[in-house]
Protein backbone atom coordinates (compact mmCIF):
# COMPACT_ATOMS: atom_id res chain seq x y z
CA UNK A 1 0.00 0.00 0.00
CA UNK A 2 1.61 2.89 -1.03
CA UNK A 3 0.36 6.13 0.66
CA UNK A 4 2.99 8.32 0.22
CA UNK A 5 3.02 8.49 -3.71
CA UNK A 6 -1.20 8.53 -3.86
CA UNK A 7 -1.65 12.24 -0.97
CA UNK A 8 1.57 13.51 -2.87
CA UNK A 9 -0.39 14.44 -5.32
CA UNK A 10 -3.36 16.62 -3.21
CA UNK A 11 -2.19 19.22 -0.77
CA UNK A 12 -4.15 18.68 2.38
CA UNK A 13 -2.52 21.53 4.38
CA UNK A 14 -3.13 23.84 2.23
CA UNK A 15 -6.79 23.05 2.14
CA UNK A 16 -7.22 23.51 5.86
CA UNK A 17 -5.90 26.78 5.26
CA UNK A 18 -9.61 27.00 3.90
CA UNK A 19 -11.36 26.35 6.66
CA UNK A 20 -10.83 28.71 9.84
CA UNK A 21 -12.84 26.69 12.54
CA UNK A 22 -9.72 23.91 12.32
CA UNK A 23 -7.60 26.33 13.80
CA UNK A 24 -8.00 26.30 17.36
CA UNK A 25 -7.25 24.20 20.55
CA UNK A 26 -9.59 22.24 22.36
CA UNK A 27 -9.27 21.37 25.76
CA UNK A 28 -4.90 22.39 25.67
CA UNK A 29 -4.46 20.25 22.43
CA UNK A 30 -4.67 21.32 18.35
CA UNK A 31 -8.00 20.47 17.42
CA UNK A 32 -8.05 17.62 15.23
CA UNK A 33 -11.43 16.76 13.62
CA UNK A 34 -12.42 13.06 12.77
CA UNK A 35 -16.29 13.75 13.32
CA UNK A 36 -17.09 14.24 9.13
CA UNK A 37 -19.64 11.64 8.69
CA UNK A 38 -21.80 13.92 11.76
CA UNK A 39 -21.47 16.89 9.76
CA UNK A 40 -18.49 18.56 7.68
CA UNK A 41 -16.75 21.94 8.58
CA UNK A 42 -17.14 25.17 5.91
CA UNK A 43 -14.56 26.50 4.12
CA UNK A 44 -14.46 30.61 4.78
CA UNK A 45 -16.06 30.50 1.10
CA UNK A 46 -19.13 29.26 2.29
CA UNK A 47 -19.52 31.50 5.41
CA UNK A 48 -19.01 34.57 2.95
CA UNK A 49 -21.18 34.02 0.67
CA UNK A 50 -23.87 33.81 3.96
CA UNK A 51 -22.63 36.80 5.19
CA UNK A 52 -23.18 38.29 1.72
CA UNK A 53 -26.05 37.29 0.63
CA UNK A 54 -27.46 38.71 4.40
CA UNK A 55 -25.26 42.04 3.93
CA UNK A 56 -26.19 42.93 0.42
CA UNK A 57 -28.80 40.49 -1.47
CA UNK A 58 -31.31 39.79 1.69
CA UNK A 59 -34.68 39.97 0.26
CA UNK A 60 -37.45 36.75 -0.28
CA UNK A 61 -36.95 35.08 -3.40
CA UNK A 62 -39.71 34.57 -6.84
CA UNK A 63 -42.04 37.26 -5.71
CA UNK A 64 -40.23 40.31 -5.54
CA UNK A 65 -40.54 43.77 -7.87
CA UNK A 66 -36.93 45.00 -6.77
CA UNK A 67 -33.46 44.73 -7.39
CA UNK A 68 -32.74 42.87 -4.42
CA UNK A 69 -35.26 40.35 -4.90
CA UNK A 70 -34.16 39.49 -8.02
CA UNK A 71 -30.59 39.03 -6.82
CA UNK A 72 -31.44 36.92 -4.51
CA UNK A 73 -33.66 35.04 -6.68
CA UNK A 74 -30.89 34.62 -9.58
CA UNK A 75 -28.04 33.31 -6.75
CA UNK A 76 -30.93 31.04 -5.33
CA UNK A 77 -31.90 29.40 -8.85
CA UNK A 78 -28.32 29.44 -9.67
CA UNK A 79 -27.54 27.21 -6.84
CA UNK A 80 -30.10 25.20 -8.22
CA UNK A 81 -28.70 24.71 -11.53
CA UNK A 82 -25.32 23.99 -9.78
CA UNK A 83 -26.42 20.89 -7.94
CA UNK A 84 -28.35 19.72 -10.58
CA UNK A 85 -24.74 19.89 -12.73
CA UNK A 86 -22.83 18.47 -9.69
CA UNK A 87 -24.83 14.89 -9.45
CA UNK A 88 -25.42 15.22 -13.29
CA UNK A 89 -29.59 15.51 -13.13
CA UNK A 90 -31.16 16.23 -16.25
CA UNK A 91 -32.66 19.22 -15.47
CA UNK A 92 -32.81 21.93 -12.69
CA UNK A 93 -36.16 21.38 -11.70
CA UNK A 94 -35.52 17.43 -10.81
CA UNK A 95 -33.57 19.60 -7.78
CA UNK A 96 -36.55 19.85 -4.77
CA UNK A 97 -34.76 21.94 -1.53
CA UNK A 98 -35.65 19.94 1.71
CA UNK A 99 -34.25 20.52 5.34
CA UNK A 100 -32.01 17.32 4.72
CA UNK A 101 -31.66 14.17 3.57
CA UNK A 102 -34.46 13.13 6.51
CA UNK A 103 -36.94 15.69 5.12
CA UNK A 104 -36.15 13.97 1.28
CA UNK A 105 -36.81 10.90 2.55
CA UNK A 106 -40.15 11.95 4.36
CA UNK A 107 -41.11 13.58 1.25
CA UNK A 108 -41.14 10.63 -1.02
CA UNK A 109 -42.37 8.41 1.60
CA UNK A 110 -45.54 10.04 2.34
CA UNK A 111 -46.22 11.71 -1.47
CA UNK A 112 -45.45 8.84 -3.49
CA UNK A 113 -45.89 6.31 -1.15
CA UNK A 114 -49.19 7.24 -0.15
CA UNK A 115 -50.39 7.48 -3.65
CA UNK A 116 -48.76 4.42 -4.27
CA UNK A 117 -48.42 1.66 -1.75
CA UNK A 118 -51.68 -0.25 -0.86
CA UNK A 119 -52.01 -3.49 1.58
CA UNK A 120 -49.21 -6.65 1.00
CA UNK A 121 -46.74 -3.60 -0.76
CA UNK A 122 -43.10 -4.19 0.33
CA UNK A 123 -40.77 -2.02 0.62
CA UNK A 124 -36.92 -3.13 1.26
CA UNK A 125 -34.04 -1.32 3.51
CA UNK A 126 -30.96 -2.46 4.19
CA UNK A 127 -29.99 -3.89 7.57
CA UNK A 128 -27.24 -1.06 8.10
CA UNK A 129 -29.70 2.18 6.99
CA UNK A 130 -29.84 5.32 8.74
CA UNK A 131 -32.72 5.03 11.01
CA UNK A 132 -34.23 8.14 8.35
CA UNK A 133 -34.26 5.58 6.04
CA UNK A 134 -36.35 3.14 7.98
CA UNK A 135 -38.65 5.08 10.40
CA UNK A 136 -40.33 7.24 7.54
CA UNK A 137 -40.78 3.60 5.56
CA UNK A 138 -42.59 2.46 9.34
CA UNK A 139 -45.18 5.00 9.71
CA UNK A 140 -46.59 4.89 6.06
CA UNK A 141 -46.24 1.05 5.70
CA UNK A 142 -48.74 0.70 9.01
CA UNK A 143 -50.90 3.74 7.32
CA UNK A 144 -50.90 1.65 4.33
CA UNK A 145 -51.11 -2.14 5.47
CA UNK A 146 -47.58 -2.25 3.46
CA UNK A 147 -44.33 -3.83 4.86
CA UNK A 148 -41.01 -3.19 5.19
CA UNK A 149 -38.18 -5.79 5.44
CA UNK A 150 -34.99 -5.57 6.01
CA UNK A 151 -31.74 -6.49 3.09
CA UNK A 152 -29.39 -8.85 5.24
CA UNK A 153 -26.05 -7.43 5.81
CA UNK A 154 -23.15 -9.67 6.61
CA UNK A 155 -20.73 -9.92 9.04
CA UNK A 156 -18.50 -7.45 7.19
CA UNK A 157 -20.86 -4.93 6.94
CA UNK A 158 -21.72 -5.78 3.01
CA UNK A 159 -25.01 -6.12 1.40
CA UNK A 160 -25.46 -9.38 0.32
CA UNK A 161 -26.86 -9.09 -2.85
CA UNK A 162 -27.88 -12.48 -3.96
CA UNK A 163 -30.27 -12.17 -0.15
CA UNK A 164 -31.69 -8.88 -2.16
CA UNK A 165 -32.04 -11.07 -5.02
CA UNK A 166 -34.01 -13.58 -3.91
CA UNK A 167 -35.98 -11.06 -1.93
CA UNK A 168 -37.66 -9.35 -5.20
CA UNK A 169 -41.09 -9.96 -5.94
CA UNK A 170 -43.68 -7.62 -7.93
CA UNK A 171 -44.82 -7.39 -4.78
CA UNK A 172 -41.53 -5.26 -3.61
CA UNK A 173 -42.38 -1.28 -4.77
CA UNK A 174 -39.90 0.91 -3.02
CA UNK A 175 -36.11 -0.10 -2.30
CA UNK A 176 -34.65 2.21 -0.07
CA UNK A 177 -30.87 1.85 0.56
CA UNK A 178 -27.59 3.84 1.82
CA UNK A 179 -25.12 5.05 -0.71
CA UNK A 180 -22.50 4.70 1.54
CA UNK A 181 -23.33 3.79 5.60
CA UNK A 182 -22.48 6.29 8.18
CA UNK A 183 -21.94 3.52 10.59
CA UNK A 184 -19.21 1.57 9.23
CA UNK A 185 -18.35 3.50 5.58
CA UNK A 186 -19.48 0.37 3.51
CA UNK A 187 -19.90 1.49 -0.16
CA UNK A 188 -23.18 0.05 -1.51
CA UNK A 189 -23.45 -1.32 -4.84
CA UNK A 190 -26.09 0.98 -5.46
CA UNK A 191 -26.10 0.65 -9.42
CA UNK A 192 -26.61 -3.20 -9.24
CA UNK A 193 -29.92 -2.55 -6.11
CA UNK A 194 -31.13 -0.45 -8.80
CA UNK A 195 -30.99 -2.17 -11.72
CA UNK A 196 -32.06 -5.37 -9.89
CA UNK A 197 -35.23 -3.31 -8.46
CA UNK A 198 -36.16 -2.34 -11.82
CA UNK A 199 -36.34 -5.65 -13.06
CA UNK A 200 -39.86 -6.49 -10.56
CA UNK A 201 -40.65 -2.58 -11.36
CA UNK A 202 -39.61 -1.70 -7.84
CA UNK A 203 -38.77 1.94 -7.29
CA UNK A 204 -35.14 3.03 -5.74
CA UNK A 205 -34.08 5.89 -3.39
CA UNK A 206 -30.49 6.06 -2.69
CA UNK A 207 -29.59 7.87 0.74
CA UNK A 208 -26.47 10.17 -0.52
CA UNK A 209 -26.03 11.94 2.76
CA UNK A 210 -22.43 10.03 2.82
CA UNK A 211 -21.39 9.89 -0.21
CA UNK A 212 -21.39 13.33 -2.45
CA UNK A 213 -18.51 14.54 -0.18
CA UNK A 214 -16.58 12.08 -0.89
CA UNK A 215 -16.59 11.92 -5.16
CA UNK A 216 -18.71 12.47 -8.26
CA UNK A 217 -21.95 11.63 -7.95
CA UNK A 218 -23.72 10.72 -11.13
CA UNK A 219 -27.70 10.09 -10.80
CA UNK A 220 -28.28 9.09 -14.30
CA UNK A 221 -25.48 6.49 -14.23
CA UNK A 222 -26.75 5.20 -10.92
CA UNK A 223 -30.35 5.58 -12.56
CA UNK A 224 -31.84 5.54 -9.39
CA UNK A 225 -35.65 6.99 -9.22
CA UNK A 226 -34.53 9.08 -6.24
CA UNK A 227 -31.75 10.55 -4.72
CA UNK A 228 -31.36 12.37 -1.60
CA UNK A 229 -28.87 14.63 0.93
CA UNK A 230 -27.51 16.85 2.64
CA UNK A 231 -25.60 20.04 2.99
CA UNK A 232 -24.21 20.34 6.07
CA UNK A 233 -22.27 16.83 5.13
CA UNK A 234 -21.23 18.39 2.18
CA UNK A 235 -18.99 21.51 3.25
CA UNK A 236 -22.47 23.91 2.98
CA UNK A 237 -24.96 24.69 6.28
CA UNK A 238 -27.32 22.95 8.52
CA UNK A 239 -30.81 22.53 7.95
CA UNK A 240 -30.71 22.12 3.98
CA UNK A 241 -30.92 19.50 1.90
CA UNK A 242 -31.40 18.21 -1.66
CA UNK A 243 -34.12 15.50 -2.99
CA UNK A 244 -33.42 14.46 -6.60
CA UNK A 245 -36.37 12.78 -8.76
CA UNK A 246 -37.08 11.50 -12.11
CA UNK A 247 -39.42 14.08 -13.47
CA UNK A 248 -42.44 11.60 -14.86
CA UNK A 249 -42.09 10.86 -10.79
CA UNK A 250 -41.96 13.79 -9.70
CA UNK A 251 -44.75 15.39 -11.72
CA UNK A 252 -47.22 12.46 -10.70
CA UNK A 253 -46.35 12.64 -6.69
CA UNK A 254 -49.14 14.92 -4.96
CA UNK A 255 -47.81 17.77 -3.36
CA UNK A 256 -46.14 17.06 0.80
CA UNK A 257 -46.44 20.57 2.28
CA UNK A 258 -48.74 23.13 1.25
CA UNK A 259 -49.15 27.03 1.76
CA UNK A 260 -47.46 29.65 -0.51
CA UNK A 261 -45.11 29.26 -2.98
CA UNK A 262 -46.72 25.57 -4.10
CA UNK A 263 -49.64 26.99 -5.45
CA UNK A 264 -50.51 27.62 -8.94
CA UNK A 265 -54.14 29.37 -8.16
CA UNK A 266 -56.02 29.46 -4.96
CA UNK A 267 -59.99 29.32 -4.57
CA UNK A 268 -62.58 28.03 -2.18
CA UNK A 269 -63.94 25.87 -5.01
CA UNK A 270 -60.20 24.43 -5.80
CA UNK A 271 -56.39 25.28 -5.46
CA UNK A 272 -54.29 23.98 -8.30
CA UNK A 273 -50.61 23.16 -7.69
CA UNK A 274 -47.50 24.65 -9.08
CA UNK A 275 -45.15 23.34 -11.47
CA UNK A 276 -41.52 21.37 -10.89
CA UNK A 277 -39.78 22.37 -8.48
CA UNK A 278 -42.27 24.89 -6.64
CA UNK A 279 -45.05 22.15 -6.01
CA UNK A 280 -42.68 21.11 -3.26
CA UNK A 281 -41.37 23.71 -1.83
CA UNK A 282 -44.32 25.25 0.60
CA UNK A 283 -43.38 28.77 2.09
CA UNK A 284 -40.42 30.68 2.40
CA UNK A 285 -37.40 28.62 1.68
CA UNK A 286 -33.77 28.57 3.24
CA UNK A 287 -32.32 31.30 0.67
CA UNK A 288 -29.01 31.63 3.02
CA UNK A 289 -28.80 28.07 2.91
CA UNK A 290 -29.16 27.12 -0.80
CA UNK A 291 -26.86 30.24 -1.57
CA UNK A 292 -24.38 28.65 1.11
CA UNK A 293 -24.42 25.54 -0.76
CA UNK A 294 -23.99 26.63 -3.78
CA UNK A 295 -20.79 28.09 -2.60
CA UNK A 296 -20.11 24.72 -0.91
CA UNK A 297 -20.76 22.74 -4.94
CA UNK A 298 -17.62 25.67 -6.18
CA UNK A 299 -15.73 25.37 -3.33
CA UNK A 300 -15.49 21.55 -4.03
CA UNK A 301 -15.74 21.63 -7.85
CA UNK A 302 -12.57 23.54 -7.64
CA UNK A 303 -10.76 20.97 -5.58
CA UNK A 304 -8.92 18.15 -7.45
CA UNK A 305 -11.68 15.84 -6.63
CA UNK A 306 -9.61 12.93 -8.20
CA UNK A 307 -6.84 13.31 -5.60
CA UNK A 308 -8.91 14.00 -2.76
CA UNK A 309 -10.84 10.86 -3.16
CA UNK A 310 -7.14 9.04 -2.93
CA UNK A 311 -5.87 11.05 -0.28
CA UNK A 312 -9.05 10.15 1.81
CA UNK A 313 -8.61 6.25 0.80
CA UNK A 314 -5.20 6.37 1.84
CA UNK A 315 -5.83 8.00 4.88
CA UNK A 316 -8.84 5.21 5.50
CA UNK A 317 -6.02 2.58 4.45
CA UNK A 318 -3.40 3.84 6.80
CA UNK A 319 -5.85 4.22 10.00
CA UNK A 320 -7.29 0.75 9.37
CA UNK A 321 -3.20 -0.42 9.18
CA UNK A 322 -2.85 1.46 12.08
CA UNK A 323 -5.48 -0.25 14.20
CA UNK A 324 -4.32 -3.56 13.00
CA UNK A 325 -1.34 -3.42 14.49
CA UNK A 326 -2.37 -1.80 17.88
CA UNK A 327 -3.66 -5.27 19.80
CA UNK A 328 -6.80 -4.35 21.70
CA UNK A 329 -8.47 -2.65 18.89
CA UNK A 330 -11.61 -4.40 16.98
CA UNK A 331 -12.46 -2.78 13.69
CA UNK A 332 -16.49 -3.22 12.81
CA UNK A 333 -17.29 -2.82 9.37
CA UNK A 334 -14.21 -4.42 6.81
CA UNK A 335 -16.52 -4.52 3.62
CA UNK A 336 -13.36 -4.42 0.41
CA UNK A 337 -15.70 -1.66 -0.50
CA UNK A 338 -15.38 1.63 1.91
CA UNK A 339 -15.09 5.12 2.19
CA UNK A 340 -13.73 7.52 4.99
CA UNK A 341 -15.10 5.96 7.87
CA UNK A 342 -13.06 3.79 10.75
CA UNK A 343 -15.74 2.08 13.55
CA UNK A 344 -14.13 0.26 15.65
CA UNK A 345 -14.09 -0.74 19.63
CA UNK A 346 -11.88 -0.68 22.45
CA UNK A 347 -11.67 -3.84 23.93
CA UNK A 348 -12.21 -3.67 27.57
CA UNK A 349 -13.28 0.19 27.23
CA UNK A 350 -17.31 1.47 26.31
CA UNK A 351 -17.09 3.37 23.26
CA UNK A 352 -18.46 6.34 25.42
CA UNK A 353 -15.49 6.35 27.48
CA UNK A 354 -12.99 6.32 24.82
CA UNK A 355 -14.81 9.40 23.40
CA UNK A 356 -14.82 11.68 25.85
CA UNK A 357 -10.94 10.23 26.78
CA UNK A 358 -10.45 11.21 23.13
CA UNK A 359 -11.71 14.34 23.74
CA UNK A 360 -9.88 15.41 26.33
CA UNK A 361 -6.50 15.19 24.24
CA UNK A 362 -8.50 17.88 21.52
CA UNK A 363 -9.18 14.32 19.11
CA UNK A 364 -12.64 14.63 18.10
CA UNK A 365 -14.88 11.15 17.04
CA UNK A 366 -18.42 10.08 17.42
CA UNK A 367 -19.62 7.36 19.83
CA UNK A 368 -22.32 5.49 19.80
CA UNK A 369 -25.09 3.76 17.50
CA UNK A 370 -25.23 6.33 14.90
CA UNK A 371 -28.48 6.30 14.21
CA UNK A 372 -28.35 2.49 13.31
CA UNK A 373 -29.55 1.00 15.94
CA UNK A 374 -30.66 -2.69 14.04
CA UNK A 375 -27.42 -3.23 12.54
CA UNK A 376 -26.18 -2.65 16.38
CA UNK A 377 -28.01 -5.16 17.61
CA UNK A 378 -27.12 -7.68 14.76
CA UNK A 379 -23.44 -7.18 15.62
CA UNK A 380 -24.01 -6.98 18.86
CA UNK A 381 -22.69 -4.45 19.97
CA UNK A 382 -23.65 -0.75 22.07
CA UNK A 383 -22.50 1.07 19.56
CA UNK A 384 -18.94 2.14 18.38
CA UNK A 385 -16.47 4.59 18.46
CA UNK A 386 -16.08 6.09 15.02
CA UNK A 387 -13.40 8.10 13.31
CA UNK A 388 -14.22 9.71 9.83
CA UNK A 389 -12.26 11.51 7.14
CA UNK A 390 -12.58 14.73 5.03
CA UNK A 391 -9.97 15.57 2.49
CA UNK A 392 -8.58 18.25 4.91
CA UNK A 393 -7.79 15.39 6.90
CA UNK A 394 -4.46 14.36 7.46
CA UNK A 395 -2.06 11.42 8.38
CA UNK A 396 -0.68 13.27 11.30
CA UNK A 397 -4.60 13.36 12.26
CA UNK A 398 -4.41 9.72 11.97
CA UNK A 399 -1.10 9.44 14.37
CA UNK A 400 -2.88 11.79 16.98
CA UNK A 401 -5.88 9.83 16.81
CA UNK A 402 -4.00 6.30 17.79
CA UNK A 403 -1.41 8.47 20.34
CA UNK A 404 -4.85 9.69 22.27
CA UNK A 405 -6.06 6.16 21.96
CA UNK A 406 -2.47 4.51 23.57
CA UNK A 407 -3.09 7.41 26.63
CA UNK A 408 -6.57 6.22 27.08
CA UNK A 409 -6.20 2.67 27.28
CA UNK A 410 -4.27 3.42 30.41
CA UNK A 411 -6.52 4.98 31.94
CA UNK A 412 -9.47 2.48 30.83
CA UNK A 413 -8.02 -1.27 30.73
C1 LIG B 1 -26.61 12.14 8.40
C2 LIG B 1 -27.34 11.07 7.69
C3 LIG B 1 -28.72 11.13 7.55
C4 LIG B 1 -29.55 12.23 8.15
O1 LIG B 1 -29.20 13.47 7.62
P1 LIG B 1 -29.86 14.81 8.22
O2 LIG B 1 -28.99 15.88 7.69
O3 LIG B 1 -29.79 14.68 9.72
O4 LIG B 1 -31.25 14.86 7.73
C5 LIG B 1 -29.33 10.12 6.86
N1 LIG B 1 -28.64 9.11 6.31
C6 LIG B 1 -27.31 9.03 6.43
C7 LIG B 1 -26.59 7.90 5.79
C8 LIG B 1 -26.62 10.00 7.13
O5 LIG B 1 -25.30 9.91 7.25
Known amino acids: MSNQSNTATFDAERVRADFPILHQDVNGHP ?7 ATTQKPRAVIQAIVDYYEQDNSNVHRGAHALADRATEKFEGARVKVAGFINAAEPRQIIWTRGTTEGINLV ?5 RANLSSGDRILVSAMEHHSNIVPWQLIAA ?32 VACG ?25 TLIDGAQAVGHWPVDVQALDCDFYVFS ?18 LLEAMPPYQSGGEMIESVSFDGTTFNQLPYKFEAGTPDIAGVIGLGAAIDYVQGLDRDGAAKH ?10 RAKATPGIRLVGTAANKTSVMSFLLEGAHPNDVGLL ?10 GNHCAQPIMEQFGIPGTVRAS ?13 FEALDKARQFLV
Open 31 to 37: LVYLDNA
Open 109 to 113: ASSWG
Open 143 to 174: EKGAVVESIPVNAEGAIDLAAFESMLDDRVKM
Open 179 to 203: HVSNAFGTVNPVQDIARLAQGVGAL
Open 231 to 248: AHKLFGPTGLGVLYGKTA
Open 312 to 321: EAALLAYAEE
Open 358 to 367: LDQQGVAVRT
Open 389 to 401: FSFYNTRADVDRL
